[in-house]
């Protein structure tokens, strides 16, 4: 069935530093695929999403591009802030109409 | 425009009760989703509906279960807690099914099961 793949936490970088979190994923067809954000004691916000092959999602200064070769949607920023400290979930969704979750990836940003 | 909204956001349950948990989509929205969330398994559906039907279903027990309204107004209820069943409840909703619209997230209701 359906997966996908992040890189474990917790990531911890310093402010300003270069951001990647690596997400992968395994589908039978063209799924859409997202990154969304939890911060402390919420519940997940969209942060961005690409529908199909090499489209760029974007958004507060992170993007990530749907590369359906290496089956991948890594999310970067280049310049991370402290307020960016929260749970990352890599997702996807195809005609089951339900949202398959990675496992999350924590960051911890320094000032 | 208001988000998701879910009711109560904590609750404390014994072993053996049931609960029901609450939540109201964004205005205008047709499609209600419930998660659980748990530091374990992450993040797991549990069903989906649209207009009051039920179109998919999770792999959880018969003890879950939910509805939807006429007004998109959804419920989850489980019965005979368990230990197991402490978790973090989310609800999402969107104009239309999962896989044609973006879902919005509501905060999510806490679950603790003693």
């Known amino acids: 069935g359906d997966s996908v793949t992040q890189m474990e936490g917790p990531v911890t970088l310093s402010e300003e530093a270069f951001l990647t979190i690596n997400c992968t994923y395994t589908?039978?067809?063209?799924?859409?695929l997202f990154w969304y954000v939890q911060y402390p004691g919420e519940g997940l916000q969209l942060l961005l999403k690409?529908?199909?092959?090499?489209d760029k999602g974007s958004n507060k200064g992170f993007e990530a591009t749907y590369r359906k070769e290496t089956t991948s949607f890594h999310l970067e920023k280049g310049s991370v802030q402290v307020s960016d400290s929260a749970v990352y979930f890599c997702?996807?969704?195809?005609?089951?109409?339900?949202?398959?979750f990675g496992k999350g990836t924590r960051l911890h940003i320094l000032p | 425009k208001a988000g998701v909204t879910q009711t109560p956001r904590y609750l404390i349950k014994t072993r053996g009760q049931q609960v029901t948990l609450s939540c109201s989509p964004i205005?205008?929205?047709?499609?209600v989703s419930w998660y659980q969330q748990t530091p374990g398994q992450g993040l797991q559906f549990l069903f989906e509906?649209?207009?009051?039907?039920?179109?998919n279903k999770g792999n959880f027990p018969g003890r879950f279960s939910g509805r939807q309204f006429s007004n998109s107004r959804s419920e989850m209820n489980v019965s005979t807690l368990e230990l197991g069943d402490s978790a973090l409840y989310l609800c999402?909703?969107?104009?239309?099914?999962?896989?044609?619209?973006?879902?919005?997230f509501g905060p999510g209701t806490r679950l603790t099961v003693l």
């Open positions: 999402a909703s969107g104009r239309q099914t999962p896989s044609t619209d973006t879902q919005y």
């Open positions: 589908a039978t067809g063209y799924p859409s």
């Open positions: 690409a529908t199909k092959a090499d």
């Open positions: 997702a996807l969704i195809e005609k089951g109409d339900k949202i398959i």
């Open positions: 205005s205008g929205h047709r499609s």
């Open positions: 509906y649209f207009s009051e039907t039920q179109r």
